[in-house]
């Protein structure tokens, strides 16, 4: 994949649009592309951390899961699409990974090691401001998610999730200006993400649909009518 191609699908997010120019460049030069495979794992929790990615192409799942007595259990906390980047919470504190990522199908990332990074931001103090800017990006959505969980009702939560996921939890460069999206994500996954049955899940999105909202396909949503799922979503 060529630096101008790069370039151009990075800008489409608001935290590298707005990087300085000699960073952006910097990112693209010495970050390195890698290619992932339908399941494959990039990292699990524990791993050392060894940088930050960028999608670029595909879906990443973020994963979380726990071991009570014999039961292996995992629950998809959320879809990372191209042009977002994660990983960046190593950066700072160098601890070992949070989660797992699994590819969602075929993946391109770009990769800018740690040891690249931290060299690059001891050199030039001003740029951790940046990185501390991405990582803030990330809390602000973490804080929201649990007081909607702690305080709204299922439907209401599933309308936010299906607007946030269509204009890129807010932190692309296009955020809110398209009227319709396709969400390429199937209902096991929402079920997965929201901590509720698949069977809800597809009861709400099936109301939607008859109201006009959004169009169900196999393994996508494509929402129809933003301002309507916005009202859904109780959200002005």
């Known amino acids: 994949m060529q630096a101008e191609n790069i370039q151009l699908i990075l800008s489409r997010g608001r935290w590298f649009a707005n990087l300085p120019a000699s960073l952006q460049q910097w990112l693209v030069e010495f970050g390195q592309i890698k290619h992932l495979t339908a399941g494959q794992r990039l990292f699990c929790r524990g791993d050392c951390t060894d940088g930050i990615y960028a999608v670029l192409k595909g879906s990443m799942q973020i994963v979380g899961a726990s071991k009570f007595g014999s039961d292996d259990k995992q629950v998809i906390l959320t879809l990372v699409d191209p042009p977002d980047w994660f990983g960046e919470i190593c950066l700072f504190d160098k601890q070992m990974r949070t989660h797992d990522a699994i590819a969602d199908g075929v993946v391109t990332l770009l990769h800018v090691k740690q040891s690249q990074l931290e060299q690059l931001c001891n050199e030039n103090p001003r740029y951790w401001r940046e990185f501390g800017l991405l990582l803030t990006q990330k809390v602000r959505l973490i804080f929201g998610a649990i007081e ?73 949503i494509e929402i129809v009518n933003s301002d309507a799922l916005k009202t859904k979503a109780h959200i002005k």
Do not use: C, W
Not at 191 to 211: F, G, H, P, W, Y
């Open 148 to 220: 909607d969980a702690a305080l709204l009702p299922t439907p209401i939560r599933l309308a936010r999730r299906l607007l946030m996921m269509s204009e890129g939890y807010g932190i692309r460069a296009d955020s809110g200006q398209a009227s319709s999206r396709i969400l390429h994500v199937s209902q096991d996954k929402l079920s997965d993400m929201l901590a509720v049955s698949r069977q809800t899940i597809n009861q709400m999105l099936k109301e939607m649909e008859s109201e006009g909202i959004l169009e169900l396909g196999r393994g996508s």
